[in-house]
């Protein structure tokens, strides 16, 4: 049963770095067909990719939040974190950890979504 | 970087009609496209892959058309638990990056 799980500080002060860990079970991180992405949803709107790493530690990042952020993982533990700094209230979204699946012919999407953790930013 | 462009923004419908929601890309996507379902308070589901192939469990209801920059998905009679927020999403190339539409809600009228 693939199983993944967002967590993180309940409240974050502008300017504060913010650091999310997503825990997965049911599969591994070494799979070569699999990776873990981030993605958020402020309240109300729509759904933004953020970043996305894999098997092999190759990662990438949403152009505009490039400067801002940095995923990385810990086999050993199941666990992919990500960094986001410079917290903005702007910033404040339900953010979700999923699974990447290599589909057939380079169709690579999201096939298992945490349940999203909401993070506010505010002083 | 690519834009998805969904239509309507909201889709009112009765149960039993048959949905039709549009994505559009700002240029060609190949086939790399999925769309998503999104109940509230719920986290997205993956319904299509790759245009046209329905993600495991997914009922024969939903289907998916289109390539290059017109994409469709059709839900052939609406049940009950299908209103909802539906995206679609692209997948580039290399290194892989994505994008997702604004989303079409479809309502109870």
């Known amino acids: 049963q693939v199983t993944l799980k967002e967590s993180g500080p309940v409240l974050v002060k502008p300017t504060d770095t913010l650091t999310l860990t997503c825990t997965v079970s049911g599969f591994s991180l070494y799979n070569p067909k699999m990776g873990v992405t981030w993605i958020r949803q402020p309240p109300g709107k729509a759904l933004e990719w953020l970043a996305h790493i894999f098997s092999n530690d190759e990662k990438s990042y949403n152009s505009a939040l490039k400067n801002r952020l940095t995923i990385s993982k810990d086999n050993s533990k199941s666990q992919v974190l990500l960094t986001m700094t410079d917290m903005d209230p702007v910033d404040t979204a339900t953010y979700f950890c999923a699974r990447t699946y290599y589909f057939v012919s380079g169709n690579l999407f999201f096939d298992y979504w945490g349940q999203g953790t909401l993070v506010p930013v505010s002083s | 970087e690519i834009v998805l462009t969904q239509s309507p923004a909201t889709l009112s419908l009765s149960p039993g009609d048959r949905a039709t929601l549009s994505c559009r890309a700002s240029?060609?996507?190949?086939?790399?496209l999925a769309w998503y379902q999104q109940k509230s308070g719920q986290s997205p589901r993956l319904l299509i892959y790759?245009?046209?192939n329905r993600a495991t469990g997914i009922p024969a209801r939903f289907s998916g058309s289109g390539s290059g920059t017109d994409f469709t998905l059709t839900i052939s009679s609406l049940e009950p638990e299908d209103f909802a927020v539906y995206y679609c999403?692209?997948?580039?190339?290399?290194?892989?990056?994505?994008?997702f539409g604004q989303g079409t809600k479809v309502e109870i009228k």
């Open positions: 240029q060609s996507v190949s086939q790399y």
């Open positions: 790759a245009a046209s």
């Open positions: 999403q692209q997948r580039s190339h290399w290194p892989p990056t994505w994008t």
